[in-house]
């Protein structure tokens, strides 16, 4: 299952420079012929995918992209310059589409990819186009031409690495937010969260990861208690899980048996991919407490990591394990689902409905 993350832009490339009409005046020549440059042409807007970027966070922050105009044609001769293209770069994997129609325009896969969004205009003529044999002082030179403008779409599927799940209010959209610069609600009640959340966790020297906050299981969820377990279809194709467990809880050992039936009753892979087991709320425990649960787990052959995700404590620790875990999935390709084309939220705090997606 792949989260779809979109966003609209406007492109609008360069008109071209208009046709200059003008004579050459020289002294001791009376009737100088036409000297008039042609206008320079529009500059385009131009896509380029990058396997640098990773989300369409920009696209939040802007949303209109121009490229420069022609330069008018002048006396002399001298054409008008070019208008600069404008060049955007996106995350390879997106696929642009025509806003208005939903037509797809181009599927940019690898890296390098390019596609040009919309064509500069076409410079006018200078009057030097018009002389002829007939008409030897031509006052006539053309305008540029419009540059195209349109509303685009860009459509950009992200697969999953990290998948959070836990029981309600163990505090996984709070690890969430220290992980990525998402911002899911967070309240002390079960089910805050309703639909899953997406953020992006960068790391200094390692490619980015992507990670899935999930509704809260709960006893039962695989028969529909609570939210259900449908969700977990959404961390079905993660490398990593992360158990999230609330230490401060009573039954820290029965809450975490709850939640590996519930994957497992969900399917027996969850159980099987490699997992972590994050012991949440450090700062509400006293560390016998944490050292007895280190413990018991550790018998059961399970790696724990302590953190406190409300104070961060751990929080480092924690993205260096994800970033090594990570750096060594990289090289083996994940199998592709046809099926991927659920909509849900994603970071850009933009909304999505739950409808098929047909590309
Ligand atoms: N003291 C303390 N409180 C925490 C910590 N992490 C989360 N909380 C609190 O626990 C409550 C639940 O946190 P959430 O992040 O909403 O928990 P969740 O697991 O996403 O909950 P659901 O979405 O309902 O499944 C909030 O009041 C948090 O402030 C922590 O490390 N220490
Ligand atoms: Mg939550």
Redesign the pocket.
Known sequence: MAFVDEAKFFVKAGDGGNGCASFRREKYVPKGGPNGGDGGKGGSVIIRATKKLHSLIDFRYRSHFKAGSGMNGQGKDMHGRNGKDCHMDVPTGSVIKDAASGQILADLLNDGDMFIAVQGGDGGLGNTHFASGTNRTPRIATKGKEGEEKWLKIELKLIADVG?V????????????KLSAAN???????????EPQLGVLQFKYHEPCIIA?I???IQGASKGVGLGHTFLRHIERTRILLH?I?V?SESVEEDYRVLENELQSYKEELVRKTHFLIL?????VPSKKLKELEKHFALSGCKTVR?????G?GIEGLKVLLAETLEEYRAVPRRTDPNENERIVSDHGERESGEKDSS
């Open positions: 959070l836990g029981l309600p209010n163990a505090g996984k959209s709070t690890l969430l937010s899911p609600k967070i309240a002390d009640y079960p089910f805050t969260t309703l906050d509704p809260g299981l999230v609330d401060e949440n709320k450090i700062d509400k953190i406190s995700a409300l104070n404590d």
